[in-house]
């Protein structure tokens, strides 16, 4: 909606122009000027207005207004005009409604959507699709044609017949032609109509384009794009030329004139207008088509113009069908309404009115795709500020973000100077922020970029110089020709006069740089063959400081007139400034930057390359854009010369320019011969057109033209450096020292790397001394040694020649002998000396001059002479007395020498040449004039002093070091050999007030004199005070520096020269000598000093020095955190709290704001410490820090304000407060809005805190996965997901790799439905198998089924197992994905992409419902067996339902139980673990609803299935001791097949431990630690279980089970390793199950012992009845007893045979844990010494026998029983006695056993005596026999047994084979014991 101020101009305007003058209005739908819909229109009204002498009005652009706006705009028109044309059925509401309400007016409007017919509304349209039509046959019929692109702008009735029609006039000409059609759903959308154009160009590949909007855009698109085009509604030929084959012209004019007539004659003419739908074509000549294009044949025009011939005569057939109608793009069939073969056109209620849909010949796109808005991410090689290669991509960033609409960007600098793992974090920022695009703006990430490629398909990634691409098209490699520019600065470097030799300083040895090398040298030859190169590389693209070093040796070494280079940084230019030389820039305009020594720049423009890339993304055109800047030259506006040098003449500008012309037109024939390199080896050119190809001059120009001096890399400089400095004097001495100690202090502060030690008082040390100084220096490695005065000359040059490794520096040394190694650096003190004698000469009074001269040596007298001249210059009449000292330092002999200038020869001003300053410290005291040297003595001594030669040798010391570092020694070691004004090397000083301005004028033009160069001083003879004349010797009339260094070793004529002073006999030390009486020595008084004997004066102590006693000889330093403001203080004064002293002040200092002192100790006097982390101080002088309040932090120590307190870590900014950032949400310190951690989902909500304020408030989430929910700001998902906890995929979305959710697509129920038909095949398949027959199966099949059943069981308990709250890892994880669907989980086959929608509730139901559906699918196709005649049988469908539960119980376990498997949310709630988004226990997200499905769930599968299991297995051995068992297996095969008879209840054991692993996370969700321990605990349980009972049928299955329940167990310990970091409550889980474990432990081990003992003193039987027999006559009788006992007794019967481990446990067994020995007495049992001692051991412990005499049985007598013992030998015996059984014992045994009952039992009775006999042998142990099954009488038999009937051992076998084979078989099998018996069962 336009704002109010616009609606209301827009108002007035009308107001204005047309109110009481037009009778028609016409509201145009876009502008007059779009040469389309409106223009027609506008020239429609303005004939009607010229035809009809009409007056109208026009509002243009109406449907961009907003309904306000349109409503005052048509309010206005029905109030003011008669007529009202609205120009688009777009408007045709508020049209509508205006006309309803002035039904007196009438409305026009233009378009077709009928409404209820009203009397004033009349509608009128162009039959635009014939035009359409002809277009298609024009474009169809044109040579090559075979894609038509139609570019459509809204999908409405108006606009689908032109595209239809274009589609049949094309498809008439050529049935196979494609037309693909997209729109842009605006009129007028220029800028959307070009990308639409050309994406079909670019992508679609189409040859012409037609389209339906008002602009004339895509015909000037199809015109630059080099293809085809037709107009519409207005000529386009006209103005883009032959590529617009004709156009299709509206003309509105007769249309428009009728009705306005018929509106105006009103009444019946209106009245036939309005009901009458104008619809005119070419009929009433309201199409037309436009200028047809040359390319456009005679035969294609013939074919249009019979076409609008028949249109004309109203036959039109476009829409007529012999098939009587279309079909649609959807396959739908579109025919007329009123049956025919033609669609109706000619009512407001036509087919055409109504068409909606596509021919089905078109390829519909659908609505053009483009990005409204785009980030593009910038990771930049260097920093933004380097003036080259980053800074000029930087600047293009933001070109981009201007030129592309809704682009924005971010970037991170420097990220080629980090590590890998750096480069990828930076990446992995990028790519999580959903950069749209990634700029890697340097070659040096081609590897890292072609990996983010690979990794990162949906990003398009931007390379800026990559070396190369392996096959990704979503990485473009955009390159500049940059040697382009370099050949063309090469022809203007060389075209400057004089120069001979270029320099190139190259980054790397690598393609690029050296291609760029190559053409520079080329350039150059191409205008001087004479030319020669040197080329020096410094190993990287930015690295200023080696650029440096390079540029210089380049210059200074190799003499290179003109440098240029390849690097980023302008460190070139910047250092061709600063040495007056010459230099080409690249990549930033440095004749901008640095001046006219700069020739000219070639500047890397990335500008269009960039918008280009990042354009093509947002429009959808990557694919056809993103190889078309691969390489790109001046052609491309990839490269600029810069700023042209004033150095640069018009000549040689024109040869550039014209070179620069010929590569933008497209010829670059730089590399187009074959070069020889410098090894001499020859490099082709591959390219057909005789010159190197792209990709030879991308990757193979690795080499160097012939011809061109290589130096290679250039050496690493060294980063450090250790100067050692041997100082003549004290470094206190205020002078010459002082000053060098200065410059060496400003060294080591301002030379990065530079340290530095020295040695004091140098000059005083004897020769051996000296030495052991130097040498000390040697042996310490240092780099530089400084020997600072001429007096070192000598050992200077000694220690130069022995140490030519080690750079020595002399501070004005007297001579050289012919050492490189050793510098001489002199300062022309003369030149301060000469403006010092114009300052001393000029003050008023001033008559002689004193000078106090150390040595009568050149040095001194030169400076002395020109002090004199100076002081000449300005006062003719001065006189100057000279008296010398003798030493550079001799404090007393120059006091002395002072007072005899002042008293005795009356000297007014006093100047020196020593080292301390002494004689303007006299000055001060005197009251006279000085001059100071070396020292400001005028901050020192005050006004007195006048001013100061002061040295400042920072500049030469510097310039030597910094050689030395650099590598670049022999280039500057004799540069700072004579320096004065011109190096800065001299000041002097701080003016005193008695110097006037005229002579400060004076002295500063002369100083500005000697910095120019100008030097005068010694410019003429000069005559000694001996007579002597002195010529200066060099060429310019003056003396060269040679003279003045060594020459001038006389006064000049005029000098009082009092020659060297003599020094009487001293006081001591801490004495003066008196002034008035001679001799006296005087104390000095506290708070000064005398250092030197024979002091006539007393020194002050300094301020910030101290002396507390009289008699001092030198003053004391304050110390640390005092101070001593004056000077002569005799004690020091304490700093305040808030404030500081270093040693030695005289002051103390206040403590900035952000520190503070407050006393403590020596550390806190000396300094200030600062305020700590989450403290501050904002004022200066403070004592004590303010603490930020609570939760608050400083990001570093020394704040200063409270605004410095920020939020700390953990906390994020809330108001005025902080708020701790609990679990899952991230907080750096000052943040204002946390992140979320990954793994996690933040919903934010606002509180309102106040009236004017809010509060975010935020709930934080668990997340399943760390890829569905990855860190970022509150609410970040991954691509496709929504909703909270980023669970739910989009509607038509499905679960994919990564944490991410892809669009379904046409394939995407696919798998859903396939997994459909596969599980119905699957339960089929199951009920056939179920019927093989178990007799017929081999035991291999039995292990393969078995162990196919174990592989099924595994996968659905790891599928539980994934249940358990750790972050899984590759590969496991996709393993454990891709198991998935035989755990139901549905996510698999995208069951999402077949219900369209992602929902919790409803995925949960179908997970239940997939073994209902299985059943039902099952019982339909039984039904239908049934119904065609297949027998069902019903054992088969429960055993084939029986498989399917048992393989997926843990799945429907699983499913059920999900609502009820929680884990708690870090803001208090718990959600479903499967599905985040459903909050536990509430409404939100259907969990209440979950649960009742869920109830339902676990009652119907895990609870019902082990319940029937249960029940089955119980009634199992009751049925087969009943005999109807056979059944009951028949029919639950499924449960005991698998398994031994024995172990026929390990099935339920099997679904207890499968159901307890389903349940493990449920129960234990509290905690993922407890998860892990309780699932090994079962595993490990069940293990046990398993190994023991053995139960398997098979060694095979059981060994199977064994191993895969071992490796259950160890996949638990690697999934500890995957749990996150422990908190205190899963510690506090795992402390107490370690403690339960020992628990468990100590408790089993105690528990043994205590049991062991109550069995020893309360022994409990565990065996009802021992049985004791022979074992070679009643093996088979015991075994038969056994198994017709065994059902009689709870307890165990014991038969040696089975339960035999050692014979100390066969007798204790019989002593304590039987209550009946049964003795089956055969012949042979009381022979047999096993037996002996069972029945004596029985015997002796009181246990119950039960004889069972058998038939061969015969007592024994007392003499059998000798007979007995003496059959046994002794070891037998010994045997029996080692358990206690003696012979006697044997003896009294056997008596005893016949005095007992018996219980005859015959052996060849009928089977049914036999039983009862046993049953009465039942009943003498007390057994109960109310269960005792007698013998059935069968009238036949399946399976008869027959043995040997007079064998009893044969005839028990029979028996026990009988009952074993019934039980197996599930048949009746029966015993003949006799013919008779054997011939009944056979008849």
């Not at 819909?37 to 002498?53: C, K, M, N, W």
């Not at 777009?90 to 309803?100: C, I, L, P, S």
């Not at 010459?582 to 020739?599: F, P, Q, Y």
């Not at 259950?1608 to 899963?1626: F, H, N, R, V, W």
């Amino acid at each position: 909606m336009l704002p109010r101020k616009k609606l209301l101009l827009n108002v007035l305007y009308f107001q204005i122009t047309f109110v009481g003058a037009a009778k028609n209005c016409y509201a145009y739908l876009g502008s007059v000027n779009d040469f389309g819909f409106t223009y027609a229109q506008h020239v429609a009204r303005s004939y009607v207005d010229g035809e009809l002498s009409t007056v109208s009005a026009y509002a243009e652009r109406v449907s961009f207004l907003g309904p306000d706006a349109q409503d005052a705009l048509l309010q206005k028109f029905a109030t003011s005009c008669d007529v009202i044309v609205v120009g688009s059925d777009t408007m045709h509401d508020v049209a509508h409604k205006f006309a309803q309400i002035y039904s007196n007016k009438k409305f026009i409007i233009v378009g077709h959507i009928p409404r209820p017919v009203i009397t004033n509304f009349a509608f009128t349209y162009v039959r635009a699709y014939q035009g359409k039509y002809i277009a298609g046959i024009i474009a169809a019929s044109h040579p090559g044609v075979k894609r038509l692109g139609y570019v459509g702008s809204v999908r409405t009735p108006s606009a689908f017949p032109n595209v239809n029609a274009f589609y049949l006039g094309a498809a008439s000409v050529n049935p196979n032609i494609m037309v693909y059609n997209i729109n842009t759903d605006s009129w007028f959308a220029p800028e959307l109509e070009r990308v639409a154009g050309l994406q079909l160009f670019s992508l679609h590949d189409v040859d012409l384009i037609s389209f339906d909007s008002d602009s004339d855009e895509l015909c000037k698109v199809a015109a630059e794009q080099g293809k085809l085009s037709i107009g519409y509604k207005s000529d386009a030929a006209i103005a883009h030329g032959d590529s617009v084959l004709t156009s299709v012209l509206f003309d509105w004019r007769q249309t428009f004139k009728k009705l306005v007539m018929a509106a105006g004659a009103g009444g019946t003419a209106w009245d036939a207008a309005y009901q009458a739908y104008e619809y005119d074509g070419f009929d009433e000549n309201a199409i037309s088509l436009g200028t047809y294009s040359t390319a456009v044949g005679a035969e294609t025009r013939a074919k249009a113009k019979t076409v609008v011939d028949a249109f004309a005569a109203k036959n039109d057939n476009v829409f007529c069908s012999p098939t009587g109608g279309f079909r649609d793009t959807q396959g739908t069939w579109r025919s007329p309404k009123n049956g025919g073969n033609c669609l109706q056109m000619e009512s407001a209620d036509s087919d055409l009115q109504d068409m909606d849909w596509l021919h089905g010949g078109i390829t519909d796109l659908g609505y053009l795709t483009v990005k409204s808005s785009i980030h593009v991410c910038y990771a930049f090689s260097g920093p933004i500020s380097d003036m080259g290669w980053t800074y000029y991509q930087n600047l293009a960033r933001s070109y981009v973000d201007v030129r592309v609409a809704g682009c924005t960007s971010e970037y991170v600098e420097n990220v080629a100077l980090m590590d890998e793992s750096g480069q990828k974090s930076v990446l992995d920022m990028f790519v999580a922020k959903g950069c749209d695009n990634v700029v890697l703006a340097h070659e040096v990430f081609s590897d890292i970029a072609n990996e983010y490629a690979g990794k990162h398909p949906n990003i398009n990634w931007i390379g800026a110089g990559l070396r190369f691409n392996q096959g990704h098209t979503n990485l473009a490699t955009a390159h500049i020709r940059s040697y382009q520019g370099k050949f063309v600065a090469g022809m203007i470097a060389a075209s400057q006069p004089g120069v001979k030799r270029l320099g190139y300083v190259m980054a790397l040895r690598i393609s690029e740089p050296m291609r760029d090398a190559n053409a520079f040298f080329l350039g150059a030859k191409s205008v001087n063959p004479d030319i020669k190169m040197t080329v020096l590389t410094v190993g990287s693209f930015y690295a200023p400081r080696e650029e440096r070093i390079a540029g210089l040796r380049l210059y200074h070494l190799y003499g290179a007139d003109v440098l240029t280079y390849d690097s980023d940084s302008d460190e070139i230019c910047k250092l061709a400034a600063e040495e007056g030389k010459l230099a080409i820039g690249h990549k930033s305009d440095c004749t901008v930057r640095h001046g006219d020594t700069s020739l000219a720049s070639t500047i890397l423009n990335w500008n269009d390359i960039f918008k280009n890339l990042v354009q093509a993304e947002k429009d959808g055109l990557w694919k056809a854009k993103w190889q078309s800047l691969e390489f790109v030259g001046f052609e491309a506006s990839g490269l600029t010369l810069g700023t042209y040098s004033s150095k640069v003449d018009m000549a040689t500008r024109t040869i550039a320019e014209a070179k620069v012309a010929e590569f933008a037109a497209g010829t670059d024939r730089v590399f187009c011969k074959n070069f020889t390199d410098i090894n001499g080896k020859i490099h082709a050119p591959q390219g057909a057109d005789g010159c190197f190809t792209s990709a030879q001059l991308l990757s193979e120009l690795d080499w160097l033209h012939e011809g061109i001096q290589d130096l290679g890399v250039m050496p690493t400089p060294k980063d450090t450096v250790h100067s050692c400095y041997a100082f003549f004097g004290p470094i206190t001495d205020f002078g010459w020292t002082y000053a060098h100690n200065l410059a060496r202090n400003w060294i080591d502060a301002n030379l990065a790397g530079s340290t530095s030690e020295y040695v004091e008082n140098v000059n005083f040390m004897d020769r051996a001394g000296q030495n052991a100084t130097l040498d000390g220096f040697v042996a310490k490695g240092c780099d530089n040694v400084v020997l600072g005065s001429g007096t070192f000359s000598e050992i200077a040059n000694e220690y130069a020649g022995r140490y030519p490794n080690i750079n020595w520096i002399g501070a004005a040394l007297w001579f050289n002998l012919g050492h490189t190694n050793l510098a001489t650096a002199h300062i022309r003190a003369y030149q301060g000396r000469f403006i010092a004698g114009m300052i001393a000469g000029a003050q008023p009074g001033v008559k002689r001059l004193g000078y106090v001269m150390a040595l009568r040596i050149s040095e001194p007298m030169r400076d002395a002479n020109a002090f004199y001249l100076g002081a000449k210059l300005v006062n003719p009449d001065i006189k100057m007395t000279v008296l010398t000292v003798g030493s550079f330092y001799a404090p007393r002999e120059e006091r002395i020498a002072g007072l005899r200038l002042y008293h005795v020869h009356g000297a007014d001003v006093i100047a020196y040449d020593s080292d301390s300053d002494e004689v303007c410290k006299l000055a001060a005291e005197e009251g006279k004039l000085s001059i100071g040297h070396k020292s400001d003595c005028t901050v020192s001594w005050g006004n007195s002093n006048l001013a100061s030669t002061i040295f400042d040798w920072r500049a030469s010391f510097e310039l030597l070091i910094k050689a030395t570092k650099d590598g670049l020694w022999s280039a500057f070691w004799q540069t700072v050999e004579f320096s004065g004004f011109e190096w800065n090397a001299l000041t002097m000083g701080t003016y005193s007030t008695r110097v006037d301005m005229a002579t400060r004028t004076k002295a500063e033009a002369k100083i500005a004199e000697f910095a120019a160069g100008t030097d005068r001083i010694f410019c003429k003879n000069f005559t000694d005070t001996t007579g002597k004349i002195h010529i200066p010797a060099g060429a310019d009339g003056c003396f060269t520096d040679a003279q003045l260094h060594n020459h001038l070793a006389w006064l000049h004529d005029g000098i009082e020269d009092l020659g060297e002073i003599v020094v009487p006999k001293s006081c001591p030390r801490g004495q003066r000598r008196d002034a008035l009486v001679a001799g006296l020595c005087v104390d000095c008084t506290a708070g000064s000093y005398a250092d030197t004997e024979d002091q006539t004066q007393c020194q002050k102590c300094h301020s910030g020095l101290f002396a507390s006693s009289n008699r001092a000889t030198a003053c004391e330093i304050c110390p640390a955190g005092t101070f001593a403001m004056g000077a002569g203080s005799a004690s020091c004064d304490a700093c305040l709290n808030g404030t500081y002293s270093t040693g030695g002040s005289s002051a103390c200092t206040n403590c900035p704001a952000g520190k503070y002192r407050s006393g403590g100790s020596a550390a806190m006097l000396s300094s200030c410490l600062s305020c700590d982390i989450a403290s501050y101080s904002s004022q200066s002088g403070s004592s004590t820090c303010n603490s930020c309040r609570k939760r608050r932090t400083t990001r570093y120590p020394s704040a200063t304000s409270e605004v410095d307190c920020i939020c700390a870590q953990g906390y994020y900014s809330q108001g005025s407060d902080c708020s701790r950032c609990g679990e899952g949400l991230s907080c750096d310190i000052g943040t204002t809005m946390p992140q979320q951690v990954e793994g996690f989902w933040v919903e934010t909500k606002t509180n309102a805190l106040h009236r004017l304020a809010t509060s975010m408030q935020y709930s934080v989430f668990k997340c399943r996965s760390v890829l569905e929910c990855p860190a970022g700001p509150p609410g970040t998902c991954a691509l496709g997901r929504m909703g909270k906890a980023c669970a739910v995929c989009k509607n038509m979305h499905y679960k994919s790799d990564g944490g991410e959710c892809s669009f379904c697509g046409d394939s995407g129920p696919a798998p859903a439905i396939l997994a459909v038909f596969a599980a119905v095949f699957a339960v089929l398949a199951l009920y056939f198998f179920s019927a093989v027959d178990p007799s017929t199966q081999m035991l291999t099949m039995v292990t393969i089924i078995a162990c196919m059943g174990q592989l099924a069981t595994m996968v659905q308990a790891l599928g539980a197992i994934k249940n358990i709250e750790i972050s899984w890892v590759e590969p496991v994880k996709s393993f454990l994905n891709v198991l998935g669907l035989l755990t139901l989980d549905l996510d698999v086959i995208r069951t999402a992409c077949l219900l369209g929608v992602d929902s919790p509730p409803v995925k949960y139901l179908s997970r239940l419902l997939v073994y209902p559906f299985l059943v039902l699918s099952l019982a339909i196709m039984l039904g239908i067996m049934q119904f065609v005649g297949r027998r069902v049988d019903p054992d088969r469908v429960i055993n084939s339902q029986g498989v399917l539960i048992l393989i997926f119980y843990i799945s429907l376990a699983v499913s059920s139980l999900l609502p009820f498997h929680c884990v708690p949310n870090p803001n208090g709630t718990s959600a479903m673990s499967t599905n985040p988004s459903v909050i536990c226990w509430t409404s939100e997200g259907n969990h209440l609803s979950m649960v009742v499905m869920g109830v339902f769930g676990v009652l119907s599968y895990p609870v019902f299935i082990l319940g029937l299991v249960a029940w089955i297995t119980w009634q199992f051995p009751k049925r087969i001791a009943a005999g109807g068992g056979i059944q009951l297996v028949k029919r639950y095969r499924w449960l005991f097949s698998r398994f031994k008879l024995e172990t026929y209840f390990y099935g339920l054991i099997y679904l207890a431990r499968n159901l307890c692993i389903a349940l493990v996370p449920i129960v234990f969700a509290f905690s993922s630690h407890a998860q892990i321990l309780a699932t090994t605990f079962v595993l490990v349980l069940t293990a046990m279980i398993q190994v023991l009972l053995w139960p398997w049928r098979t060694t095979f299955a059981n060994l199977s089970d064994m191993l895969i329940n071992i490796m259950l167990i160890l996949i638990m310990p690697g999934m500890c390793l995957l749990l996150p970091e422990s908190d205190a409550k899963q510690k506090e889980v795992v402390a107490w199950y370690l403690q339960s474990l020992l628990f468990v432990a100590l408790v089993s081990v105690f528990g043994t012992i205590a049991y062991m003992a109550y069995r020893h003193f309360w022994p409990s039987a565990s065996y009802g009845a021992f049985l004791s027999h022979h074992k070679g006559g009643a093996a088979n009788l015991a075994r038969l007893f056994k198994m017709k006992l065994a059902p009689l007794t709870a307890l165990e019967i014991f038969l040696d045979s089975d339960e035999l481990e050692s014979l100390d446990l066969l007798y204790d067994t019989v002593r304590s844990h039987v209550k009946n020995l049964i003795l089956l007495l055969t012949k042979e049992t009381l022979s047999r010494m096993w037996c002996c001692g069972e029945i004596t051991t029985a015997v002796k412990n009181n246990v119950p026998i039960i004889t069972v005499p058998c038939d061969d049985y015969v007592p024994p007598t007392d003499e059998d029983l000798e007979i007995i013992e003496k059959g046994w030998n002794n070891e037998q015996w010994a045997t029996l006695a080692t358990m206690g059984v003696m012979p006697e014992d044997m003896k009294a045994a056997y008596k005893h056993i016949r005095a007992l009952p018996q219980l005859r039992f015959s052996r060849f009775a009928p089977f049914a005596e036999q039983l009862a006999a046993i049953e009465e042998i039942a009943k003498a142990c007390r057994f109960s026999t109310g269960n005792f099954r007698s013998e059935q009488t069968v009238a036949r038999t399946d399976i008869l047994l027959l043995g040997a009937v007079n064998d009893a051992e044969a005839m028990c076998a029979c028996q026990i084979l009988r009952e074993e084979c019934q039980k197996l078989t599930q048949v009746q099998c029966s015993v003949a014991s006799t013919s008779d018996e054997a011939g009944k069962f056979s008849d």
